[in-house]
């Protein structure tokens, strides 16, 4: 009874094939779990910046209604012909536009894709998944 296997090709048992799969399986784990690790540091340096922006936003809008508050006082005070009002307003108009631009930047910021490479990899892992069990069919 001859062999399949080429001339001096050592054969393997079926426990050190399993062996030598869980290894591999093992080793995969750990490069996606690496991987995984560094997209981690990155994405919450980017939720930091977003918090920030969020939180600049708020404020910045909190400062423009104290702002109309201030020139509504103007439209009180008119009645007893003050000047300080136009200033008020400037600033209200100055905080909206601030707090519009922080918030369209938070808008963009926040569409930004978290762990692109990881899931370009699964992607890639899927495909090839996909393709093996077609060949193998």
């Known amino acids: 009874m001859e062999s399949d296997a080429p001339p001096g090709a ?15 399986l093992g080793e995969y784990l750990t490069l996606k ?3 995984f690790g560094v997209e981690s540091r990155e994405a919450a340096l980017h939720l930091l910046v977003l918090a920030l922006l969020f939180g600049s936003a708020i404020a910045l809008f909190s400062g423009f209604l104290m702002m109309l508050l201030v020139f509504l006082l103007y439209l009180m005070t008119i009645l007893f012909h003050w000047e300080w009002g136009w200033s008020a307003l400037a600033c209200a108009g100055l905080s909206l ?5 922080v918030a369209i930047v938070f808008r963009f910021r926040i569409t930004r894709v978290l762990f692109p ?3 370009s990899e699964l992607k890639k892992d899927r495909e ?10």
Request: a positive charge; charged letters at 20%.
């Open 128 to 137: 090839w998944l996909t393709q093996k069990s077609k060949s193998s069919d």
């Open 33 to 35: 779990l690496k991987l």
């Open 117 to 119: 490479v990881t899931l």
């Open 97 to 101: 536009s601030a707090c519009v631009i």
């Open 10 to 24: 050592v054969k393997q048992s079926a426990s050190e094939s399993l062996r030598q799969w869980i290894a591999s």
